[in-house]
């Protein structure tokens, strides 16, 4: 399967899990698409506003992946906040709690995909 960019059109989301401000998402695999056989969930691009942020939330029956692409961000895990920026890699495993925020003058951009 091959989602083409030229196919993939952003989409403004406000208050991602709550969060404060929005971002424009652009999706490979739409939240509640699901592809027959497979266990992904979720697959796109997150580019988050200065100073927006996904809110902090529980994974209880899923798990996700997100890879910096660019700016800088805080990432919340478990209670424990760490600095992110372009290559990082964030792996949250099921029953675990996560946010992240923008925290650099440009956008924040990150690939996230979910995966049962």
């Not at 697959?43 to 939330?57: K, Q, S």
Request: proline share 5%; with cysteine.
């Amino acid at each position: 399967m091959i989602c083409r960019a030229q196919g993939m059109k952003p989409v403004r989301r406000e208050h991602l899990q709550a969060g404060a401000g929005g971002s424009w998402n652009t999706y490979a695999l739409p939240p509640g698409t699901e592809l027959e056989g497979s266990h992904f969930r979720m697959i796109g691009t997150i580019r988050l506003d200065p100073g927006a942020e996904v809110g902090l939330h529980t994974h209880l029956t899923n798990e996700e992946l997100f890879v910096i692409l660019e700016g800088q961000g805080l990432y919340e895990e478990d209670g424990t906040v760490t600095e992110v920026g372009p290559g990082d890699m964030l792996i949250l495993q099921r029953t675990h709690q996560h946010a992240i925020r923008n925290v650099g003058k440009g956008p924040l951009s990150f690939l996230a995909v979910i995966v049962d």
